[in-house]
Nanobody, 127 residues
Framework: QVQLVESGGGSVQAGGSLRLSCAASGFAASIDCLGWFRQAPGKEREGVAA????????TYADSVKGRFTISQDNAENAVYLQMNSLKPEDSGMYYCARARYWNCGADWSTGHPFGDWGQGTQVNVSS
C-alpha cells in the first residue's frame, strides 16, 4: 500500500527555516517523480517543488526559487523540502505527492500527474 507521510511543519517567524520530510512506503521513491504542494485557506493549491526519479531535475515555483530546496534520500525512501528565508505568504498546508512517471514533466505544478498524496503538514510563518 502506497503511503506518504509528511512531518516537520510548525510555526516560525519570518526569515526562519523549516525542513519538511515525506516518508514514502509501498514504492521506491527513487523511481518516481515526487513533489511538494501547498494550500492556504481560501487559495488554490500551488505546486512548490518537484524532483524527478533519481533526484534529477529539481524544479521550483518562481515564488520559492533561491529559498527552498527539494531533495531525495534513497536510503530513507524519503523526499525533503528545506525552506529558508520563510515569508508569511509561505504559510499553508504542505502536501507531498507522487507521480508514477520517471520525469515530472512541464505540467507538474498543476498537480494533475500526481495520483498519491499525503495528509499534509501545517506551516505557519508570522511576520
Amino acid at each position: 500500500q502506497v503511503q506518504l507521510v509528511e512531518s516537520g511543519g510548525g510555526s516560525v517567524q519570518a526569515g526562519g527555516s523549516l525542513r519538511l520530510s515525506c516518508a514514502a512506503s509501498g514504492f521506491a521513491a527513487s523511481i518516481d517523480c515526487l513533489g511538494w504542494f501547498r494550500q492556504a485557506p481560501g487559495k488554490e493549491r500551488e505546486g512548490v517543488a518537484a524532483i524527478s526519479a533519481g533526484g534529477r531535475n529539481p524544479t521550483y515555483a518562481d515564488s520559492v526559487k533561491g529559498r527552498f530546496t527539494i531533495s531525495q534520500d534513497n536510503a530513507e525512501n524519503a523526499v525533503y523540502l528545506q525552506m529558508n528565508s520563510l515569508k508569511p505568504e509561505d504559510s499553508g498546508m504542505y502536501y507531498c505527492a507522487r507521480a508514477r512517471y520517471w520525469n515530472c514533466g512541464a505540467d507538474w505544478s498543476t498537480g494533475h500527474p500526481f495520483g498519491d498524496w499525503g495528509q499534509g503538514t501545517q506551516v505557519n510563518v508570522s511576520s
